[in-house]
């Protein structure tokens, strides 16, 4: 298993270039099971739950072909479809599920495994109720036998209106692609508005789908018989981009961010001005300068969009520890993602979690530490507190951090972080 090797502290300066968003492109991966046409999409990261839903969709049947840099791919129906969705293919990966709305809407019957994924949300896990009550009110009969759905449907779903309880990402995902072909209207409420959600709507509609937002969170599908042939270019993950902000704010860095639109990430920009990074913005890309002080900032709530993340909620609170005072972040999404508190503590931090808020004490020096990756978002955390010790940080099991952000220490590396993987 591969280790980072960080010696700090860092100055990170120069041009970062963004990639392609992983939230984004794998419900458009998963929804390309609705085509028979073929479906180029572009700008896809290289990463490894890329990859993952990749091989997913080979074993469903679908016929991939890259081209260039792989950040390029057809994907095209074959006569060999499947519909099994194994525990192999999406223990890794919660989004997995995502297959199985886009499976009963074109072949009404699907197999998938109960999904995998970071583990965020402690002893309540990462519940998919809402996907599998909503997709029976449009006609799916499951069952859950053996870790898997068996889910059927007599032949089309049917449109229908359903009120989500709670507002779900990949539930408004997996509803938004099944009902593209259910007969008649699908009215769907209380919806995620993600912008990676807009993005699979604006890929969906490139390609024929009948999908209109009716109100805020209020979206209207018309069920279409078929989609057609088309091309689309991943929009730019917001996360990384937020990442790197950190990443400058954090260091006393200067740094030009491009490839993004920096209009959807408006509330974090707004946080990292309260803390004091100056900020430009332009079309697609910022240019982000650390202060000499970080302020600190009290209650930081993360919520659905457009408020504050939660999938930057760790590398946020890696600033706060070197903030001019006391913070505090406020998990409104998953009540206990703070897995890397602990290891955030191994190089001084000090940060007191109760239920689900986290009170962090600023003015922290950081040391170098042997460190831990325990999820995706923990592990960036990791990365950037690593560049902010002194001394040499190791840090273990980033494989978790290769499942979400494309070439990571190379792109570190040109900004002027001494970084290295080693195996
Ligand atoms: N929830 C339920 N039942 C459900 C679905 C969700 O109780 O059927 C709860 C969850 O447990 C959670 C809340 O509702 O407390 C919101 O979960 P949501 O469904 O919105 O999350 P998700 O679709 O599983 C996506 C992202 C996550 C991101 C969350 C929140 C993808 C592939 N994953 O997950 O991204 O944290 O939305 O924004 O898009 C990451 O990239 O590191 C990551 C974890």
Redesign the pocket.
Known sequence: MDKFLIKGPSKVKGIVNISGS??AA??ILASTILFDKPVILENLPRVKDIDTMINLLKSLGSKIEFFGNKKTVKISKTNKTKYLASYYSVKTM??GVLVLGPMIAKYHKSITSFPG??V??GK?G??????LNALKKLGMKYEIKKGYIFAKSKGKLKGNLIKFP??????T?NLIMAACFAIGKTVLKNC?I?P?IKDLVNFLRSAGAKIKWVGKRTCEIIGVNSLKETKYSVMGDR?EAGTFCIASTLTKGDLLIKNFNPKIIQTELNFLKKVGAKIDIFKNQIHIKGPKKIKSINNILTK?YPGF???LQAQFMVLLCRADGRSTITEK???SRFIHVMELQRLGAKINIKNNKAIIEGNRKFIGAELMSS???ASAALVLAAMAAKDKSIISRVYHIDR?YERIEKKLKKIGVNIRRIS
Do not use: W
């Open positions: 992983k939230n794998l419900p919660r989004a994924g970071c965020l949300n309540s990462r519940p998919i109720n809402f996907h709670k507002i779900s990402v990949g539930a995902e995620a993600e990676e996360i659905e993340p939660t999938d999404i998953f009540q999820d995706l978002r979400g």
